[in-house]
Nanobody, 113 residues
Framework: QVQLVESGGDWVQPGGSLRLSCAGS????????MTWHRQAPEKAREWIAT???????IYDPSVKGRFTVSRDEAKNTVYLQLDKLTPEDTGVYYC???????WGQGTQVTVSS
């Protein structure tokens, strides 16, 4: 069964940090192109980051310098480190294996004081 499972979402105050995880099964999160997306309340889902198998990354300008994507090949897991969070970062965060078009179920991030 091809599956991605996100975790790590939580409530955090502005300026805080979170690390989201995306664990893969039935696919290779290490060999595939992995992407992260988010969906704010009442808004469309938007792309925020891509991680290529060789380690290259690209970020949307809204998160560049604050978010970092990485992977642990041994755990077949991709991570999204979120730093300097603002209320505008609130939303459901999704990972995707672009090679297999597999999406995770999403994890909620809420940034508020």
């Amino acid at each position: 069964q091809v599956q991605l499972v996100e975790s790590g979402g939580d409530w955090v105050q502005p300026g805080g940090s979170l690390r989201l995880s995306c664990a893969g099964s039935g696919l290779s999160a290490s060999d595939d192109i992995m992407t992260w997306h988010r969906q704010a309340p009442e808004k469309a889902r938007e792309w925020i980051a891509t991680l290529w198998p060789g380690g290259a990354t690209i970020y949307d300008p809204s998160v560049k310098g604050r978010f970092t994507v990485s992977r642990d090949e041994a755990k077949n897991t991709v991570y999204l480190q979120l730093d300097k969070l603002t209320p505008e970062d609130t939303g459901v965060y999704y990972c995707q294996d672009r090679d297999t078009s597999t999406w995770g179920q999403g994890t909620q991030v809420t940034v508020s004081s």
